[in-house]
């Protein structure tokens, strides 16, 4: 079983390349973020086409997220549980059934968090701290869980490529490290560290300043699974020749594969 995440960067600009990236790498579910679009804006026809389901939790211009999948979910939650007045479209939740048991998977698109000093860092970190709260809920399912998106946290050093330039940005500052470890510390993995525990890999580059050709990137795009998932953990995957193609998104798709098969909706 493949489950991917993929922070699109508009996915009306970036149909084919989604359609593409799907028929060559045929994932089970890709959690999308950042799709820049309405509900009814978004390509189902294209997708459908390329045989897959979508779960489509919109907004005009900004944010939105989404969960391509092989077959359709029961979907759970359309937003991050804790907040009724947060009307920003960055969590949408469901649930599979699997070979292993019953998997529950989000697609999360954290808040950037910048500039530090306005009203956008502390809205960042209630966000993680709600997702802490749901992620706890989560694990006491005993289930496999997996909760991928774009988090906007480079968790260490190692996943940014200049360590001290980044030192004050919301994406590596203290508050936002601990909030992720919190997450980590419930019991969760992140599935790439698990498995390259030292390398310098990244899932983002800026189209500024040529870093994409300087190799200065970032890695901000994660999956963190339950420990019943992370049992089944068999490859953990950046795909970083995506970010090499024509009008690519800053971001490229970040895949997990499990052992186990999604035989049916829950």
Known sequence: MKIATWNINSVRRRTGNLTDWLKRTQPDVLLLQEIKCQDDQFPRLEIEAAGYCCTVVGQKSWNGVAMVSRTAPEVVHRALPGDDSDVQSRYVEARFQTSAGAL???????PNGNPVGTEKFPYKLGFMQRLHQRAQALLESEELVVLGGDYNVCPTDVDVYDPPAWADDALCRPESRQALRGI?????????????????????????AGAWNRNNGLRIDHLLLSPQAADKLKACTIDKAERGRPEPSDHVPVWVELDAEVVAAA
């Not at 980590?184 to 500024?208: C, E, H, I, M, V």
Request: proline share 3%; charged share 10%.
């Open 184 to 208: 980590l510390n419930l019991g969760y993995t992140d599935a790439y560290r698990a498995l390259y525990p030292t390398t310098k890999a990244y899932s983002f580059w800026d189209y500024q």
């Open 104 to 110: 529950n998977v989000a697609s999360i698109y954290l």
